[in-house]
């Protein structure tokens, strides 16, 4: 005879144990990174839904079905008779969902991965992409300056790892204040722009331009990758283009330090672009040359006003 007060406590006992699912999902991606936090929610649904079929084909039938005393047996789909084991006043149904709703969450566990992959991202690591969701999102990360890169198994010389290509122009008058400025383009991964970025704040550049751009080299990116469970080929990889007007700060300076922070001996660190300026305008003050890229307060402001370009 099943107890009605019974079988309700056990029910009450599975969801309040069910909702443990969604406290583990908040603490995983309360511990990991922001551009992770999708890809961990969706692998702490999948760990249920496919742990609960699982469950009951295997797992309930292996605790409970036959009479073994260290393993059960096989009873896919629990069809057999637990009259046995089942406690006073619950009918079987109800000791199915507590025992299924808390042997899978107990055997939830949290990010498995390396230190590498978190900064990097697991959506570009695992599909090739830098979100696995529709948009482009500006992805990058604050890769600590002590971060020792993985050693690589194809080194190649950091004069072809980073190549640098200085583009001709026109010849042209002299520049506005008689100085001469030159832009540079940095082309790099994205896990690398925040370090990019610190190195170039600590030879005096104080403003630059970033931006998200898709492209390949002649390895033409990557060709294997899943996008919503569809298998891709992702020739085209997300990038950051950093561009830099410099005036005081020598550009071999700007050039050697990129090359220093973003080589790791593997096709693919990035490529720099020098290019000769004509004439730099401040909108606010009229400035024009030299003057423009100064700062008001101090002299050694040497680049662009630094602006978040966000393209889709």
């Known amino acids: 005879m099943y107890s009605s007060v019974n079988t309700i406590w056990v029910l009450l006992g599975a969801a309040l144990v069910f909702l443990m699912q969604a406290g583990f999902a908040m603490c995983e991606a309360g511990f990991t990174r922001a551009k992770n936090t999708g890809n961990i929610l969706m ?4 760990d249920f839904c496919i742990g609960t ?3 009951w084909i295997l797992g309930f039938g292996l605790m409970f079905a036959g009479s073994g005393a260290i393993i059960g047996g096989l009873d896919p789909f629990v069809r057999g008779n637990y009259s046995a084991v089942l406690p006073a006043g619950v009918p079987l149904f109800a000791y199915l969902i507590f025992q299924t709703v808390f042997q899978v969450i107990k055997h939830i566990i949290g990010l498995r991965v390396s230190q590498e992959e978190e900064l990097k991202g697991l959506d570009i690591t695992e599909h090739g992409l830098p979100s696995a969701y529709g948009g482009f999102a500006f992805v990058y990360d604050d890769t600590p300056d002590g971060l020792p890169v993985p050693a690589t198994p194809k080194a190649v010389p950091v004069r072809e790892a980073v190549p640098v290509e200085a583009v001709p122009s026109a010849p042209a008058e002299v520049p506005q204040g008689g100085v001469k400025m030159t832009r540079v383009d940095i082309l790099c991964k994205m896990e690398r722009f925040d370090a990019l970025k610190r190195a ?3 030879i005096g550049i104080t403003g630059m331009t970033a931006i998200n751009v898709m492209g390949c080299g002649e390895q033409r990116g990557k060709t294997e990758g899943y ?5 891709v080929e992702a020739t085209m990889l997300p990038s950051i283009q ?3 007007v410099v005036s005081k700060v020598p550009v071999s300076l ?3 330090t990129a090359r220093q922070v973003l080589y790791t001996g593997a096709y693919g660190d990035g490529k720099i672009f020098v ?3 004509e004439n730099v305008v401040k909108v606010r003050t009229g400035e024009q040359g030299y003057e423009a890229l100064q700062d008001e307060e101090s002299a050694t402001h040497s680049g662009t006003d630094f602006r978040n370009a966000m393209t889709n």
């Open 254 to 256: 700007v050039v050697d």
């Open 275 to 277: 290019y000769n300026v």
């Open 242 to 244: 950093v561009s830099i």
């Open 43 to 46: 692998k702490n649904l999948m």
């Open 200 to 202: 170039m704040f600590n």
């Open 53 to 55: 079929p699982t469950y």
């Open 227 to 231: 996008f919503r469970g569809a298998k």
